[in-house]
Structure formats: C-alpha cells, structure tokens
C-alpha cells in the first residue's frame, strides 16, 4: 500500500516551497523538494526527534544566475555506516558528487560552485539520531562566505569579501593543521574563493599533520605492520598558490567496509578509497590536498603508501 501526500512550506523570504513525501508499506519514505529564494532552511524529516528508517530524501537547491550557494550546518547527528548525507555540486548526479557527511560531528560550511547545489539523505533500517539542519543563502560572486569555524578552532575576522584575511588558531591541548591565514581572493573565473581550506584542530596526541615541499612520502600508522587500533587521521598537503599536488599510491591495502582514505580538494573535489586495488594517480584541482584516513579495528591491513613522482610537484606527509 501506498500514501503520499503534498506540505506548502514558506522560508525566510516567504517563497512558497511545495514539498512531497511518500510512505510505503515496505518501509521506504521519499522526501525533498526544489527550493527556490534568496535563503532558506532545511531538517531532516522529524527533525529532531530522528527522522524515519528507510529514507531517500533529495533537496535541489536553485539560485539565481551567477550566484552560488552557501550550505551552514546549524546541527547534525547522522548515524555512522548507516545514514549518509550526500552533497552534489550541482544536480543529484555521480559527475557531481562533492562529499558524503555521516556522524555526529557538525561539518564545515560549502559553498557550491555554481548556482545548483543538491543534498540526498539515505538511511536504512537501523536505529536514527536526531537528524540535520541547515541554513543556506545565495552568495555574490564578491563574497567567499563565512567558511566557519573548525571544532576547538578559534576565528579572529569579521570580513568574507574579496581582499579580507581572516585567521585560526585553536585552544590549549590542540595544534592546528593547515594554514592559519585564510584570504579572500578572485579565481581563475571570476569567483571569490579563499586560497586555502578551513585547518583543522588536532589534539596534540593524535596522528596527522601540515605538510610542504617538493617530495616526500605519506604511508599509514604502523604501515607494512598491519594496523590494529580505531581511530582517524588528517594530513594537510600545502602548496604555493598557482601550483598543484600529484599523488601516486605504491602500496593500498584497506579493508572495504570499514576502511577508507578520503581526498579531498581534487577532481572530483572529494575521492574516496578503500580496498585493495592500487589506485591511480591523483591530481590537486587547487594549491591543496586534504587525506583523511578512517579505520576500524576488526581487521588488520597493510594499509597505505605514497611516494613522490618525479617531474610534478608533489607534497607527502
């Protein structure tokens, strides 16, 4: 049996947003919709009481022309491995696909690089968190938007246009990888963007760092001794503006489940890896790179290796 049904919702600027949900008997429920307006708001269904089991949610988001569009997570708890939050540089298609958010962590602002930006909810049929809500507006393409603040992060600088700096640093016991100063600047195609991505704040205890220079190697905690503890990793490979990073895999040896390495700030922005096939070469679309390794401890892998490749530039860790 089927039920479905239409809600007339109003955002900030009173535009008339028409949403559709259907519920199934075999325990799928579809929700979304195509948002239009300067700003907006978006939950999860149930928000934030947990949204339903067996979701498959699509929100389009459409801007003017020219204008892009500015995602704020106000709040967010997606169960881990089994609820995923999707986000599409454009319409709802692999060629798009930018990131995938789970957990209980709140990310990072986005910025879309053009005037189409698209979230997709998938859950299964396991035990929900409280759900997701964001805050989203058009940017002009004089302004980088505020690009937030990282956890245990601190931001000095009040300015988001072309020209302003702004700066990081993070609170006692973390150390903060990636660069401090951020600066709005013109891209190639005429769109404020800052030259580097958000840092990060590590604690001090943790595995990860900010890397520079010509050439080095990157390779797994306790690599070629098969890694045995959970936890996380994040690298920061840093180049000079106008440069590019090139990384190329000598070793890949990951469990697929419940392994992965994800890069971001290439082409596609965001990569993820697991497995055990070698991957092939990665290119930095920017004058960066981001590694986040995640690994659980049910199994135990050779893990990874990176070396340097000679006649590109190339940043390892």
Not at 140 to 148: E, L, R, Y
Not at 192 to 213: K, L, M, N, Q, S
Request: aromatic share 14%; charged share 15%; glycine share 10%.
């Amino acid at each position: 049996m089927h039920y479905s049904t239409t809600l007339l919702f109003y955002f900030h600027n009173l535009t008339p947003i028409f949403f559709s949900f259907s519920l199934f008997t075999g325990f799928i429920f579809t929700c979304g919709g195509t948002l239009k307006g300067k700003n907006g708001t978006i939950e999860s269904p149930g928000f934030p009481h947990g949204y339903p089991n067996g979701a498959n949610c699509t929100w389009v988001i459409v801007a003017e022309e020219r204008s892009r569009i500015h995602i704020v997570f106000q709040s967010f708890a997606v169960e881990e491995e089994y609820y995923f939050l999707s986000l599409y540089d454009g319409h709802p298609h692999p060629a798009n696909f930018r990131t995938r958010l789970t957990g209980f962590q709140v990310p990072a602002p986005v910025t879309s690089t053009g005037s189409i930006f698209s979230l997709c909810l998938t859950s299964d049929f396991a035990v929900s968190a409280h759900g997701f809500k964001i805050y989203y507006e058009e940017l002009q393409s004089s302004s980088c938007g505020n690009p937030g603040v990282p956890a245990k992060g601190i931001l000095n600088g009040t300015g988001f246009n072309v020209g302003d700096r702004i700066r990081y640093h993070c609170v006692a016991g973390y150390t903060l990888d990636g660069h401090a100063q951020l600066t709005c600047v013109t891209s190639t195609s005429n769109i404020a963007v800052w030259d580097f991505p958000i840092p990060i704040c590590r604690a001090e205890d943790t595995c990860g760092g900010t890397f520079r220079g010509s050439s080095g190697t990157i390779s797994s905690p306790d690599f070629q001794k098969d890694y045995q503890s959970s936890g996380e990793c994040t690298w920061t490979i840093l180049a000079d503006p106008g440069d590019t990073i090139s990384l190329v895999f000598t070793e890949f040896q990951m469990d697929s489940k419940l392994d992965s390495l994800e890069v971001e700030g290439s082409d596609p922005p965001t990569i993820w890896l697991s497995g055990i096939n070698i991957p092939v070469p990665i290119v930095s679309n920017k004058n960066w790179l981001r590694l986040h390794f995640i690994t659980d401890n049910s199994h135990r892998h050779k893990g990874f290796s990176i070396e340097n490749v000679p006649n590109f530039l190339c940043f390892f860790c």
